[in-house]
């Protein structure tokens, strides 16, 4: 059983992609590639996750969020869906509420501000506010939210705010 739940709880990781490049050369946004240190937090970030029982991990289409995806070494099925490009929190929503019942943890890579923004939307009235409003205007490349709730995944609404993992 993971860490964190009971059979009946699902777990949700939301990840901003790693450092990235600031420009690809003769590309655009979509395809700024993770820099050096990027890369070393990408493998620092997937021994913490190892063993937390991520069974699928949704990724937005950008090259940086592809190779933070593929670099975390997790046995879990990447999916790129390209609706998670630079995406709004209800477009994650929409996506996880398409996952059948019985996934039990799942990792979104994604950017800023969605990803924090869906922290914001779901961390129950449990959570520190004044950890989620730091969230909010401050979500450095790599790190991680976790967050715990028992509804089924279309059924996501609020959820226990568990741990936050910066780089």
Known sequence: MPAGGDRTSRRLFLMRHATAAHF?????????????????????VGALLADEGIERVLCSPATRTRQTADGLGLKAAVTVLDPLYNCPPERILTALARLPEYVRGV??????PGIPGLVQQLADRSADLAEVSRLARHFPPATVVELEFADPWPDLHAARLVRVRRP
């Open 24 to 44: 690809a050369p003769g590309g655009g946004d979509r395809d700024r590639p993770l820099t050096t240190d990027g890369q070393a937090q990408v493998r620092r």
């Open 107 to 112: 990792l979104v890579v994604g950017h800023f």
